[in-house]
């Protein structure tokens, strides 16, 4: 019997053996759209035995996002039908999830969704309010209108019923689109959801005038025509429908709507009085949270503009964690996040604001930087006469730095984010809006771009060095990549930076990259690569968020022992998943182990497995390098040496492993940037140490994880890493990386290792010379 028809007989028919059947995710993946179609209604009335069965196909269901068969759409109406009297409640979801993913003409199921719908009605049971008028619907437009007055006095507020209303008015095909923005457990929303509900008129036009509505309403709150009332301008109802306004206007990108965020999040995050609570922070948040679905560089400005005059003490926490997911989105919707405002600055990069007899200099070059100046000498810091008399003056201005570093740091994770999309631009639009711009130009001219001087020939410049080519202002300009130039090109750009001490944004000309290996085409489905190395789990954790990945907690919890963190990649055509678990516990610290790396490809709106051979080069490359900074610096290898069992086994075998594409690009800096030092005549790179004569003692930095050991019997030297130890200011780094910072500070330190008086360090050295 093959697995669809043992889970379809187990789902309706179990045996004693099933209640301990459990079938493998690699199993399940071999399951057609077909059979989870037939699979998903028999999972719905499973009987309690074999419950845990029913996880598992909708657990792929909601993954795969198969389409149904007409009839697979019947039989799941006959299933939520079924068991009705003894259960008092459906999920009409998914039913109606079921029908937006068919695959054929609907079916007729007029006589079950009437006997749904009445019999919620009757039992008060109205929270699926989308739901129940888009089913009501497949019988009749009476219906619809009875289920509109019944959920009218429970969702209270002018905005709310005029979202009702809107949806009366749709189509019945419309109306199912509504019914994926209500999440359950049970399934995820159509990924082109928003893409489908923005060609939606009726609906876009409800949009802005719900957002203008609001805006109004929180206006005369502001000015005492409507009386303040903490966190009450608006209802819980209405709340919902403003933040599917406002994702539905984000989406379309809305020309009208930055003014209208400027206007409306101060009304609705400050009192009219002095009173430190808001309007509404439930809109707030809310908004916040569309921000994350459909970020805009125009409301970040505006929520980071909340988030320093809100009076709420817990509320610019809040806003700071959503910002940082804000940012992180914002890089990968690269269509927008390149709209930066100029902020106030002239062509040269430069504010200048007068403070009495002193001047503020607000300059961007590698990074934002506030200077003061007396008749134009610059000082070297803060005038007592401007901390004096204008405090407000100078935080704001140190304010505006802040928010000038986020906006840069923003503008280079999306110039990033765009290689797996191979992302071009308009020359003449790349040049007047990027390379000119006042905030933008200093971190875009220092990095390497390609412009099609003539069809297929393409040009490489450094707009920090070169003059730009004459070029047609139609003419695609993009970011140049390691991996689409030979070896020589490489190393000239990489020694062209160190001998103009130019430091990029993020790596690029000594970026890694990830080419398929022999092992990789053997397996064919999965990589190896980075499997069975032991981590730090929450660093890695707190990685994956910094990375744009997503991931389940693991922990001391029901099923929180493995996961498969996922990132998006290639503009949502591609997925890379790494599989993880959790292997000890170190006193409080959580331990995990690392696993195999799949991509899936998203094909008719569901992901399938991929062959890594059919994946593009550069999205290969670039999903594997965020896989080797997880294990790189996570790794308990770069930890002091472990003394007993796996871990120490571990640490032992990464020692002596072969140089990751990440260690060799360390080395490659190395190579350029030591010679330059006063300690080069000490030091030599051999494979994957870097060797360092002592006066006392010759010494060997590990280049992946910084460790030192010391000849001639490689005994371990505990150096405990400390700020006043970094490398000196002198040295020029072509990238800014902790441990390559640290492996040059241990250098300089054992070089002149005579000259240590760290005692606990001394006494390791002297020990076994």
């Not at 029913?54 to 939520?80: I, N």
């Not at 304010?399 to 003449?428: C, M, N, S, W």
């Not at 730009?468 to 300009?477: E, F, H, I, N, S």
Request: with cysteine.
């Amino acid at each position: 019997m093959d697995l669809a028809a043992r889970l379809l007989r187990a789902l309706t028919d179990p045996s004693p053996e099933d209640a301990e059947f459990r079938p493998s995710p690699r199993d399940l993946a071999r399951l057609s759209d077909e059979d989870l179609g037939t699979l998903a209604p028999a999972a719905y009335t499973a009987p309690g035995a074999v419950h845990h069965l029913r996880f598992y196909v909708e657990d792929e269901a909601k993954e795969r996002q198969p389409r149904y068969t007409p009839d697979a759409c019947r039989r799941m109406f006959d299933a939520l039908v079924t068991g009705l009297d003894r259960r008092k409640w459906a999920d009409l979801t998914l039913g109606a999830s079921s029908l937006a993913r068919c695959s054929g003409p609907w079916p007729d199921v007029s006589v079950q969704a009437r006997t749904l719908v009445t019999f919620l009605l009757d039992h008060d049971r109205d929270e699926q309010a989308f739901a129940l008028l888009a089913v009501a619907g497949l019988v009749g437009d009476e219906l619809v209108a009875t289920v509109a007055e019944r959920l009218r006095p429970d969702h209270p507020g002018p905005i709310r019923l005029d979202e009702i209303d809107i949806v009366t008015r749709l189509t019945t095909a419309e109306r199912m689109l509504f019914t994926e923005l209500t999440y359950s457990r049970s399934r995820t929303p159509l990924p082109d959801v928003w893409e489908r509900l923005s060609g939606v008129s009726l609906y876009a036009g409800f949009a802005r005038r719900a957002l203008e509505t609001a805006a109004a309403r929180a206006r005369a709150i502001q000015t005492g025509e409507i009386p303040y009332r903490a966190d009450g301008a608006f209802t819980s109802g209405e709340v919902g429908a403003l933040g599917r306004a406002a994702r539905l206007a984000l989406h379309r990108d809305e020309p009208w709507l930055p003014a209208l965020f400027d206007g409306l999040l101060p009304d609705i995050a400050i009192a009219p009085s002095q009173a430190k609570t808001l309007p509404s922070q439930a809109l707030l948040y809310e908004i916040a949270r569309a921000a994350q679905d459909f970020p805009t560089p125009e409301l970040v400005t505006a929520l980071r503009t909340v988030r320093r005059t809100v009076r709420h003490v817990g509320v610019p926490k809040q806003l700071d964690k959503m910002l940082k997911k804000i940012d992180a989105a914002l890089a990968e919707r690269t269509d927008v996040a390149l709209r930066l405002p100029d902020l106030g600055f002239g062509p040269d990069g430069t504010l200048r604001r007068p403070l009495g007899d002193h001047t503020a200099v607000v300059t961007v070059a590698d990074k934002a930087e506030l200077t003061f100046e007396k008749d134009c000498r610059a000082l070297k810091s803060v005038p007592a006469a401007v901390r004096r008399d204008h405090k407000d003056e100078v935080k704001e201005l140190r304010d505006l730095v802040k928010r000038v570093g986020a906006q840069i740091a923003t503008l280079a994770r999306a110039l990033e984010g765009g290689y797996t999309v191979d992302a071009a631009h308009p020359f003449g639009r790349w040049r007047d809006t990027l390379v000119n711009h006042p905030v933008a130009g200093p971190a875009v001219r220092r990095l390497i771009w390609e412009i099609e001087v003539a069809p297929g020939e393409w040009r490489s410049v450094l707009p920090a060095t070169d003059e730009l080519p004459d070029a047609a202002d139609d003419a695609p300009v993009r970011l140049w990549h390691p991996l689409r130039s030979d070896p020589d090109t490489v190393r000239a750009w990489r020694d062209l930076l160190v001998d103009r001490r130019i430091r990029q944004p993020f790596k690029q000309a000594f970026r890694e990259i990830y080419l398929l290996t022999p092992a990789e085409e053997e397996t064919r489905d999965h990589s190896t690569r980075f499997a069975a190395h032991l981590v730090h789990y929450r660093r890695m954790f707190a990685l994956f968020r910094a990375r744009g990945w997503t991931s389940r907690l693991l922990g001391p919890w029901d099923n929180g022992d493995a996961d498969e963190a996922t990132r998006t990649l290639a503009a949502g055509e591609w997925q890379i998943r790494f599989f993880h678990v959790l292997a000890d516990w170190e006193g409080e610290e959580l331990i995990a182990g690392t696993g195999r790396v799949r991509f899936a490809r998203r094909v008719g709106g569901a992901w399938r497995d991929a062959p890594l051979a059919d994946v593009p080069p550069l999205v290969f490359s670039e999903a594997m390098r965020d896989v080797d900074l997880f294990v790189g610096v996570t790794s308990i290898a770069t930890d002091e040496m472990w003394e007993d069992g796996e871990a120490h086994a571990y640490w032992v075998r990464e020692w002596y492993a072969d140089p990751a594409e990440s260690t060799q690009t360390r080395r490659d800096a190395l190579e350029r940037v030591l010679p330059r030092t006063k300690i080069a005549d000490r030091c030599s790179l051999d494979g994957r140490y870097l060797t360092v004569r002592g006066r006392l003692r010759t010494y060997k930095i590990h280049l992946r994880s910084a460790n030192v050991v010391m000849e001639p019997d490689d005994a371990f030297l505990c150096i405990v890493p400390e700020r006043r130890r970094a490398a000196p200011g002198r040295v020029f780094l072509p990238f800014e990386e902790e441990l390559l910072s640290l492996i040059l500070s241990k250098a300089f330190l054992l070089a002149a290792d005579d000259e240590i008086t760290d005692e606990s360090i001394l006494l390791q050295i002297k020990r076994g010379a």
